[in-house]
Nanobody, 119 residues
Framework: QVHLVESGGGSVHAGGSLTLSCAAS????????MGWFRQAPGKEREFVAVIWWISAVTSYKDSVKGRFTISRDNTTNTVYMQMNRMKLNGTAVYYC????????????WGQGTQVTVSS
């Protein structure tokens, strides 16, 4: 089982930047992809970004393309998300998730970190 711990959340003004980190431990040798998701108040959790662990290929939700950057350090089993030009609708709890090579879904989730964007 993979254990994920997010950090780096906080408050930021619209237009500002924040970097989230997610440290993975446990069964990290078979990670296929890691992703960031978010859940805004009263809304469903949604996909934000994903990185394929070996190739470092990335994919993003359209609305964050060009502003958010997902990256990974496979020596420390950490995934990051640099968030620039934050918008008010970026207020949410951000979760990282792990998809194992033997799974079709993201099966391990962190506890989430709160990001609040204010005007």
């Amino acid at each position: 089982q993979v254990h994920l711990v997010e950090s780096g959340g906080g408050s930021v003004h619209a237009g500002g930047s924040l970097t989230l980190s997610c440290a993975a431990s446990g069964r990290t040798f078979s990670t296929y992809r890691m992703g960031w998701f978010r859940q805004a108040p009263g809304k469903e959790r949604e996909f934000v970004a994903v990185i394929w662990w070996i190739s470092a290929v990335t994919s993003y939700k359209d609305s964050v393309k060009g502003r958010f950057t997902i990256s990974r350090d496979n020596t420390t089993n950490t995934v990051y998300m640099q968030m620039n030009r934050m918008k008010l609708n970026g207020t949410a709890v951000y979760y990282c998730a792990d998809q194992a090579s033997t799974s079709y879904v993201f099966s391990a989730w962190g506890q989430g970190t709160q990001v609040t964007v204010s005007s």
